[in-house]
Protein backbone atom coordinates (compact mmCIF):
# COMPACT_ATOMS: atom_id res chain seq x y z
CA UNK A 1 0.00 0.00 0.00
CA UNK A 2 1.15 3.67 -1.11
CA UNK A 3 2.32 5.58 2.21
CA UNK A 4 0.00 7.87 2.55
CA UNK A 5 1.62 11.40 2.57
CA UNK A 6 2.82 10.23 -0.73
CA UNK A 7 -0.56 9.61 -1.91
CA UNK A 8 -2.44 13.24 -1.33
CA UNK A 9 0.49 14.91 -2.19
CA UNK A 10 -0.14 13.13 -5.87
CA UNK A 11 -3.65 13.71 -5.38
CA UNK A 12 -3.11 17.04 -3.99
CA UNK A 13 -0.97 18.72 -7.57
CA UNK A 14 -4.16 17.07 -9.72
CA UNK A 15 -6.59 18.86 -7.96
CA UNK A 16 -7.47 22.21 -9.09
CA UNK A 17 -7.66 25.09 -6.43
CA UNK A 18 -10.66 26.85 -5.31
CA UNK A 19 -11.89 29.86 -7.02
CA UNK A 20 -11.22 33.25 -5.69
CA UNK A 21 -15.14 33.64 -5.30
CA UNK A 22 -18.22 31.20 -6.00
CA UNK A 23 -21.06 32.13 -7.86
CA UNK A 24 -23.01 34.14 -5.17
CA UNK A 25 -19.96 35.94 -5.10
CA UNK A 26 -18.59 34.56 -1.52
CA UNK A 27 -14.44 34.82 -1.38
CA UNK A 28 -15.27 31.92 1.27
CA UNK A 29 -18.03 29.05 1.54
CA UNK A 30 -18.59 25.40 2.91
CA UNK A 31 -19.30 22.74 -0.04
CA UNK A 32 -20.16 19.36 0.81
CA UNK A 33 -19.98 17.86 -2.17
CA UNK A 34 -17.72 16.97 -5.40
CA UNK A 35 -19.69 19.83 -7.59
CA UNK A 36 -19.41 23.34 -7.68
CA UNK A 37 -22.18 25.83 -6.15
CA UNK A 38 -24.37 22.62 -5.50
CA UNK A 39 -25.42 21.48 -2.25
CA UNK A 40 -26.12 22.80 1.62
CA UNK A 41 -23.78 24.43 3.63
CA UNK A 42 -22.19 24.81 7.08
CA UNK A 43 -25.55 24.39 8.50
CA UNK A 44 -25.13 20.41 8.71
CA UNK A 45 -22.92 21.19 11.45
CA UNK A 46 -24.88 23.40 13.89
CA UNK A 47 -22.39 25.54 15.22
CA UNK A 48 -22.40 28.79 16.37
CA UNK A 49 -19.77 31.38 16.47
CA UNK A 50 -16.82 30.28 19.30
CA UNK A 51 -17.31 26.35 18.88
CA UNK A 52 -13.95 24.40 17.90
CA UNK A 53 -14.83 22.29 14.96
CA UNK A 54 -11.96 19.85 13.01
CA UNK A 55 -12.23 19.08 9.72
CA UNK A 56 -10.66 15.61 9.25
CA UNK A 57 -8.68 15.76 6.41
CA UNK A 58 -8.80 19.73 5.35
CA UNK A 59 -6.71 19.54 2.21
CA UNK A 60 -6.04 22.86 0.79
CA UNK A 61 -8.19 24.10 3.86
CA UNK A 62 -11.22 26.09 1.82
CA UNK A 63 -14.25 24.39 4.22
CA UNK A 64 -11.99 24.91 7.56
CA UNK A 65 -10.71 28.96 6.09
CA UNK A 66 -14.88 29.48 5.70
CA UNK A 67 -15.88 28.63 9.04
CA UNK A 68 -12.85 30.69 10.90
CA UNK A 69 -14.30 33.51 8.89
CA UNK A 70 -17.75 33.17 10.27
CA UNK A 71 -16.65 33.18 13.94
CA UNK A 72 -15.92 29.49 14.35
CA UNK A 73 -12.62 28.19 15.53
CA UNK A 74 -11.57 25.64 13.09
CA UNK A 75 -8.90 22.99 13.03
CA UNK A 76 -7.79 21.44 9.87
CA UNK A 77 -5.92 18.14 9.45
CA UNK A 78 -4.49 16.82 6.62
CA UNK A 79 -0.86 14.23 6.19
CA UNK A 80 0.17 15.89 2.81
CA UNK A 81 2.70 18.23 3.25
CA UNK A 82 1.55 19.68 -0.02
CA UNK A 83 -1.91 19.86 0.61
CA UNK A 84 -1.30 22.27 3.89
CA UNK A 85 1.45 24.46 2.06
CA UNK A 86 -1.21 25.45 -0.36
CA UNK A 87 -4.08 25.68 2.61
CA UNK A 88 -1.63 27.87 4.55
CA UNK A 89 -0.66 30.56 1.18
CA UNK A 90 -4.00 31.06 1.01
CA UNK A 91 -5.89 30.87 3.98
CA UNK A 92 -2.83 31.33 6.85
CA UNK A 93 -3.09 34.46 7.74
CA UNK A 94 -6.88 33.63 8.75
CA UNK A 95 -7.79 34.49 12.05
CA UNK A 96 -9.42 31.36 14.02
CA UNK A 97 -7.79 29.03 12.06
CA UNK A 98 -5.22 26.40 12.67
CA UNK A 99 -3.57 24.06 10.42
CA UNK A 100 -1.59 20.63 11.54
CA UNK A 101 -0.04 18.08 9.61
CA UNK A 102 -1.03 14.50 11.63
CA UNK A 103 -3.08 11.65 11.09
CA UNK A 104 -6.70 11.63 11.58
CA UNK A 105 -7.01 8.81 14.79
CA UNK A 106 -3.34 9.94 16.16
CA UNK A 107 -4.45 13.96 16.41
CA UNK A 108 -7.97 13.07 17.58
CA UNK A 109 -6.40 10.80 20.43
CA UNK A 110 -3.75 13.63 20.85
CA UNK A 111 -6.60 16.31 21.92
CA UNK A 112 -7.53 17.54 25.46
CA UNK A 113 -9.99 20.10 24.22
CA UNK A 114 -12.20 18.55 22.15
CA UNK A 115 -14.57 19.45 19.29
CA UNK A 116 -18.79 20.96 18.87
CA UNK A 117 -18.10 19.24 15.86
CA UNK A 118 -15.56 17.13 13.53
CA UNK A 119 -16.35 16.49 9.73
CA UNK A 120 -15.15 15.42 6.63
CA UNK A 121 -15.39 15.98 3.35
CA UNK A 122 -14.27 13.36 0.66
CA UNK A 123 -11.78 12.94 3.41
CA UNK A 124 -10.02 11.07 6.32
CA UNK A 125 -13.51 9.64 7.11
CA UNK A 126 -13.75 7.96 3.69
CA UNK A 127 -9.85 6.83 3.97
CA UNK A 128 -9.92 5.99 7.83
CA UNK A 129 -10.69 2.27 9.05
CA UNK A 130 -14.18 3.04 10.87
CA UNK A 131 -13.56 0.75 13.53
CA UNK A 132 -10.75 2.93 14.78
CA UNK A 133 -11.87 6.23 13.20
CA UNK A 134 -15.81 6.07 14.92
CA UNK A 135 -14.32 5.76 18.53
CA UNK A 136 -11.72 8.23 18.54
CA UNK A 137 -13.61 10.85 16.90
CA UNK A 138 -16.95 10.18 19.40
CA UNK A 139 -14.48 10.61 22.53
CA UNK A 140 -13.21 14.28 21.18
CA UNK A 141 -17.08 15.23 20.76
CA UNK A 142 -18.55 17.47 23.64
CA UNK A 143 -21.73 16.32 24.72
CA UNK A 144 -23.98 17.34 22.35
CA UNK A 145 -21.43 17.32 19.46
CA UNK A 146 -22.06 16.48 15.90
CA UNK A 147 -20.40 14.47 13.30
CA UNK A 148 -20.70 14.95 9.79
CA UNK A 149 -18.64 13.52 6.19
CA UNK A 150 -19.16 13.20 2.79
CA UNK A 151 -18.37 10.70 0.26
CA UNK A 152 -19.15 9.20 -2.96
CA UNK A 153 -21.51 6.58 -2.48
CA UNK A 154 -20.29 3.29 -3.03
CA UNK A 155 -20.61 0.64 -6.40
CA UNK A 156 -23.08 -1.73 -5.98
CA UNK A 157 -21.43 -4.76 -4.72
CA UNK A 158 -18.33 -2.96 -3.52
CA UNK A 159 -18.28 -2.90 0.61
CA UNK A 160 -16.12 -2.61 3.52
CA UNK A 161 -12.42 -1.66 2.65
CA UNK A 162 -11.25 -0.86 -1.23
CA UNK A 163 -9.06 0.09 -3.30
CA UNK A 164 -8.87 3.59 -4.39
CA UNK A 165 -6.78 4.50 -6.91
CA UNK A 166 -4.71 7.83 -7.36
CA UNK A 167 -2.93 8.39 -11.07
CA UNK A 168 -0.28 9.33 -12.02
CA UNK A 169 1.95 9.64 -15.10
CA UNK A 170 1.40 7.82 -18.05
CA UNK A 171 4.55 5.22 -17.20
CA UNK A 172 3.73 5.13 -13.65
CA UNK A 173 1.44 2.84 -11.88
CA UNK A 174 -1.06 4.52 -9.99
CA UNK A 175 -0.80 4.73 -6.07
CA UNK A 176 -3.24 2.89 -3.89
CA UNK A 177 -4.74 3.82 -0.78
CA UNK A 178 -7.53 2.43 1.18
CA UNK A 179 -11.24 3.48 1.34
CA UNK A 180 -13.89 2.08 3.27
CA UNK A 181 -17.08 1.89 1.27
CA UNK A 182 -20.71 1.52 2.95
CA UNK A 183 -24.19 1.37 2.23
CA UNK A 184 -25.93 4.46 4.09
CA UNK A 185 -28.26 1.67 6.25
CA UNK A 186 -24.65 0.30 7.42
CA UNK A 187 -23.26 3.44 8.14
CA UNK A 188 -26.15 4.27 10.28
CA UNK A 189 -25.80 0.66 12.01
CA UNK A 190 -21.77 1.51 12.39
CA UNK A 191 -22.74 4.68 14.01
CA UNK A 192 -25.22 3.87 16.15
CA UNK A 193 -22.67 0.59 17.44
CA UNK A 194 -20.37 3.28 18.42
CA UNK A 195 -22.35 5.27 20.35
CA UNK A 196 -23.99 8.16 18.00
CA UNK A 197 -27.57 9.09 18.34
CA UNK A 198 -29.58 10.62 15.84
CA UNK A 199 -28.10 9.47 13.05
CA UNK A 200 -28.96 10.61 9.45
CA UNK A 201 -27.79 9.25 6.25
CA UNK A 202 -28.95 11.08 2.34
CA UNK A 203 -27.64 10.27 -0.96
CA UNK A 204 -27.77 13.95 -2.53
CA UNK A 205 -28.26 13.44 -6.43
CA UNK A 206 -25.97 15.09 -8.46
CA UNK A 207 -26.96 18.74 -10.15
CA UNK A 208 -28.66 18.93 -13.76
CA UNK A 209 -26.31 17.78 -16.80
CA UNK A 210 -24.40 14.49 -17.35
CA UNK A 211 -22.79 13.81 -14.39
CA UNK A 212 -25.20 11.11 -12.03
CA UNK A 213 -22.75 10.26 -9.21
CA UNK A 214 -24.44 11.57 -5.91
CA UNK A 215 -23.08 12.44 -3.01
CA UNK A 216 -23.36 10.42 0.27
CA UNK A 217 -23.74 12.69 3.10
CA UNK A 218 -23.96 11.31 6.76
CA UNK A 219 -24.52 12.88 10.13
CA UNK A 220 -24.68 12.17 14.01
CA UNK A 221 -24.77 13.17 16.83
CA UNK A 222 -23.80 12.27 20.58
Same mark, same amino acid.
Given at each position: ??????? +????????????????????? +??? +??????????????????????????????????????????????????????????? +????????????????????????????????????????????????????????????????????????????????????????????????????????????????????????????????????
Amino acid at each position: MTDTAIA +WDTYSRQRPERRPVNARGETT +WFN +WTQYADHGPGVELLQVTPGARVLDLGCGKGGNAAHLASVGVRAVGVDVSPKQLAAARER +WGQTPGLELHRAEAVRFLRGDHEGFDAVFSVYGAAWFTDPEQLLPAVRERLRPGGRFAFSQRPPVEGCYGCQASYIPRGDDEDPLVVKRWDYEPADWETLLKEHGYTDVETTVLPAPPGNRTTGTLIVRAAT
